[in-house]
């Protein structure tokens, strides 16, 4: 089984840097063409693809030329480096494994952008 684990979320100023991360524990081989990536939801609004890696990467449009995915297969970790955020980047970050169909999920982790 599965389980994933974020880690680097916290608060951060307007127009600053978070990377994040995310190791997958398990025995289960994960290879490249398995999407790994990140969603967020902010408070009130529906969860929302932020960045996606697999034999290509995707980004949301508000991600790109923002924020980088990357993923070491070797150490079962997807990142995630997000610059210049801004207020409405605010919202709980959460990874994802789908390996062959069936969806992993990370409890989250928490980016506060505020001055």
């Known amino acids: 089984q599965v389980q994933l684990v974020e880690s680097g979320g916290g608060l951060v100023q307007p127009g600053g840097s978070l990377k994040l991360s995310c190791e997958a524990s398990g025995s289960e081989t994960i290879y490249t063409i398995n999407p790994m990536g990140w969603y967020r939801q902010a408070p009130g609004k529906q969860r929302e693809l932020v960045a996606t890696s697999s034999s290509y990467t995707e980004y949301a449009d508000f991600a790109r030329g923002r924020f980088t995915i990357s993923r070491d297969n070797a150490k079962r970790t997807v990142f995630l480096q997000m610059n210049s955020l801004q207020p409405e980047d605010t919202a709980n970050y959460y990874c994802?494994?789908?390996?062959?169909?069936?969806?992993?999920w990370g409890k989250g982790t928490l980016v506060t952008v505020s001055s």
């Open positions: 994802y494994l789908d390996r062959w169909g069936t969806n992993y």
